[in-house]
């Protein structure tokens, strides 16, 4: 594996590359990540990881300097994961000067996670469009945890005509259910039990959409009075239609059941995907 930390070398490297698969993180990279990188692998002869702490989508509240750098153990899993190039730029390398031009993204970004967490989304769409330019991948593949991400990533490629197909990957889980995440090693023992509580919460409610109901605000009100009862904080539970991530309706079939809450200091987020076959 070959680690490249320039734009100019990046590009000098993928030259003649026929058949590039891309795929982004910030690091601190676990099992779910490397699934991505074994999910590209079947999608390209090339596939490149950038390793990049994007301060754009940190907000005033959320502590950039204090997100974890494990550049070397990183690019060890990425070799390990039959990688063929890391992009690690330093931050002066992406944003050579202050970042003035920004992704203007659709309403859907100020809600769910977006609503948390205001200019979050902006940052993201802003730095994985730069990523995008500079690597000029044929597929990119993003997880189906972040799934709010996934959606504003396949809006920003349709609606600006990149030729880039968006893979999404399943959620990679523990035994237990617990989607991964760089945020569950700051879990203690007991909040590590706890955990498993928002993917059961959202189990039950795609149990019940499943096998009929369709009060989905009533849904949404039980859970997280259930969250709340077990001493998380909640930022929501919500049944929206999957390929628009509009409010659900009665009568639609495909659907998606997210989360986002807190676990003492850890926000966890998770989801799942339910299809009405009747």
């Known amino acids: 594996m070959e680690v490249v930390s320039t734009i100019d070398a990046l590009r000098a490297r993928l030259e003649g590359e026929r058949k590039i698969a891309f795929v982004p993180t910030m690091g601190n990279l676990h099992e ?5 990188m074994k999910l590209a692998r079947q999608h390209a002869s ?28 990183d690019c060890a899993k990425l070799k390990s ?3 063929d190039i890391a992009f690690t730029p330093d ?4 944003y050579p000067v202050p970042q003035r031009v920004m992704v203007d993204l659709p309403p ?14 902006r940052g993201v769409a802003t730095v994985v469009l730069k990523l995008f330019n500079i690597v000029q991948p044929q597929t990119a593949v993003f997880g189906k945890k ?42 203690s023992a007991a909040e590590r039990l706890e955990a498993t509580r928002l993917y059961q919460t959202l189990v039950y409610i795609k149990e019940r959409i499943e096998s009929g109901e369709r009060d989905f605000g009533g849904l949404q009100e039980r859970a997280e009075k259930t969250l ?30 997210l989360g986002a809450a807190w676990l003492g200091k850890i926000r966890l987020i998770d ?3 339910v299809f009405i076959t009747e």
């Open 46 to 73: 090339c596939v490149v990881a950038s390793i990049f702490v994007n301060r754009l989508q940190f907000g005033p509240t959320e502590d950039f300097a204090q997100y974890p750098r494990t550049l070397e153990e």
């Open 146 to 187: 972040d799934y709010q991400q996934l959606f504003i990533i396949r809006e920003i490629v349709r609606e600006l005509n990149l030729p880039i197909e968006i893979i999404g990957a399943e959620t990679e889980r523990d035994a237990d259910g617990l989607a991964l995440s760089s945020r569950n090693g700051y879990l």
């Open 271 to 273: 989801n799942l995907e």
């Open 108 to 121: 859907v970004a100020n809600e769910l996670c977006g609503k948390f967490r205001p200019g979050h989304f």
């Open 32 to 36: 779910g990540h490397l699934a991505l």
């Open 91 to 94: 931050e002066n390398v992406l």
């Open 228 to 257: 709340d009862s077990h001493g998380w904080r909640v930022d929501y539970v919500a049944v929206r239609k999957s390929f628009t991530l509009e409010p659900a309706q009665p009568a639609d079939k495909g659907l998606v059941v």
């Open 81 to 83: 994961g039959k990688v």
